[in-house]
Nanobody, 124 residues
Framework: QVQLVESGGGVVQAGGSLRLSCEVSGRTFSSRVMGWFRQAPGMEREFVAAISRTGGTGVYADSVKGRFAITRDNTKNTYLQMNSLKPEDTAAYYC??????????????????WGQGTQVTVSS
């Protein structure tokens, strides 16, 4: 079984930065694309970023491109560096692990395991 635990959320002023971390248990980390999604109150969950199994390719939602960066290490961690935060970035952020060996996807339905979420609040 794979478990994901996010950390690093909090309250920050507009223009500030946060770094989210996701620790993944289990032995299949290197075989899975990793992604970050977010969900604001009353809104549907939306794609934020994803990174390939090797870490060589990252893709981003247009709303965060140039401000956020997704990375991963060789063991069990995925990170989301968030810079120049805006009030509209306020949401619960979820780490997710895609189904084994599938190509990188922006679709939540392609992700098999999810973390519990960490809250990010950006004040104006």
């Amino acid at each position: 079984q794979v478990q994901l635990v996010e950390s690093g959320g909090g309250v920050v002023q507009a223009g500030g930065s946060l770094r989210l971390s996701c620790e993944v248990s289990g032995r299949t980390f290197s075989s899975r694309v990793m992604g970050w999604f977010r969900q604001a109150p009353g809104m549907e969950r939306e794609f934020v970023a994803a990174i390939s199994r090797t870490g060589g390719t990252g893709v981003y939602a247009d709303s965060v491109k140039g401000r956020f960066a997704i990375t991963r290490d060789n063991t069990k961690n995925t990170y989301l560096q968030m810079n120049s935060l805006k009030p509209e970035d306020t949401a619960a952020y979820y780490c997710a692990a895609q189904r084994i060996l599938l190509p990188l996807s922006r679709s939540a339905g392609e992700y098999e395991f999810w973390g519990q979420g960490t809250q990010v609040t950006v004040s104006s």
